[in-house]
């Protein structure tokens, strides 16, 4: 079974770091560049434009941003695509006031990429027919082979995962849960927590169709579920700058089950995201598959705001 990485899953949140204008070949100013002091132009706070946080250590729905007609993208450090590497304590240091503090500043030039994660229209996606109701998708991870497909619930003040398709229509593979995943509810504070537990996703993956059919030995679902809780805040120290931030745990856990014989096949992932009120997504750290400690310094994915 193909990893899913929960990613995207929360690469929604606002972030306005880079400017669709931008030239895509310009990864910024080098050791031949010259600064000019005098420049007193906008600085880059990391928060979108018309909001403004209040510092109250929730996150409303009012500070969540996820418009890809805005053109707001995001600019990371990140480990290379498919690397595992060794990270700071996703637990923090307690502060002995109930907060915490951690330290995700240090940038590794041997190691770390530079990623730029871009909101986009679902309209014109090869998969678009599948999502009518879409608001926006984006890559999963670094590769961006997978994307997220989301909707912007202003109704109920939820941010849902509708499923998942490859970038490539070579590749074909889409997936369609049978009711929406939440993944973010509003507003986000200290000791929240939801989940969906065991969704079918429909469709084609790995060159099959979902559900699969196979007479006298049963007809195989892949069912989805993801648990999240708010479980700590404090201050976050990412390449960009220092954040105040929300920690969201999330257990993703994604299988194979066979009417007749139930689960034959079962894979789990950890996530922490990092989370600030307007700015969204200022770190997330990934485990490897089936990673059972929650304090776990191997990931997958160790990704943070700015380069």
Do not use: K
């Not at 109930?98 to 770390?112: K, L």
């Not at 999330?250 to 789990?268: C, I, K, P």
């Amino acid at each position: 079974m193909r990893t899913l990485t929960l990613l995207p899953l929360l690469l929604s949140l606002g972030c306005p770091l880079a400017d669709d204008s931008a030239d895509p070949d310009d990864t910024g100013p080098t050791d031949t560049d010259t600064a000019d002091t005098a420049d007193t132009g906008p600085v880059d706070t990391g928060e979108p434009p018309g909001c403004v946080p209040n510092g109250d250590g929730r996150i409303d729905w009012s500070e969540f941003v996820a418009d890809p007609a805005l053109g707001i993208n995001a600019v990371y450090t990140t480990n290379t695509s498919g690397s595992v590497v060794t990270v700071p304590p996703v637990g923090g240091v307690d502060q002995g006031d109930g907060s915490f503090a951690w330290d995700f500043s240090t940038v590794d030039a041997g190691s770390d990429t530079q990623w730029t994660i871009r909101l986009a229209e679902p309209g014109d996606a090869w998969f678009a027919e599948h999502f009518p109701t879409a608001t926006y998708t984006v890559a999963l991870d670094a590769s961006e082979a997978m994307l997220g497909v989301y909707r912007v619930n202003d109704t109920t003040e939820r941010l849902e995962l509708l499923g998942l398709a490859s970038a490539d229509e070579g590749l074909g593979d889409v997936l369609v849960y049978e009711e929406p995943v939440v993944v973010f509810e509003f507003p986000i504070s200290v000791g929240n927590s939801w989940s969906s537990e065991a969704v079918q996703a429909d469709g084609h993956w790995e060159d099959e169709d979902y559900p699969a059919d196979f007479g006298w030995h049963g007809v195989v679902t892949l069912h989805h579920s993801y648990a999240f809780e708010v479980d700590r805040a404090g201050t976050l120290e990412a390449p960009l700058g220092s954040f105040e931030v929300l920690r969201l745990r999330a257990d993703q856990r994604m299988e194979a089950v066979n009417s007749l014989y139930g689960t034959f096949a079962e894979e789990t992932q950890l996530s922490y995201f990092y989370v600030a009120e307007c700015t969204g997504l200022v770190a997330r750290i990934r485990s490897t598959g089936d990673e059972r400690d929650p304090d776990f310094d191997q990931a997958g994915e160790y990704l943070r705001l700015g380069f």
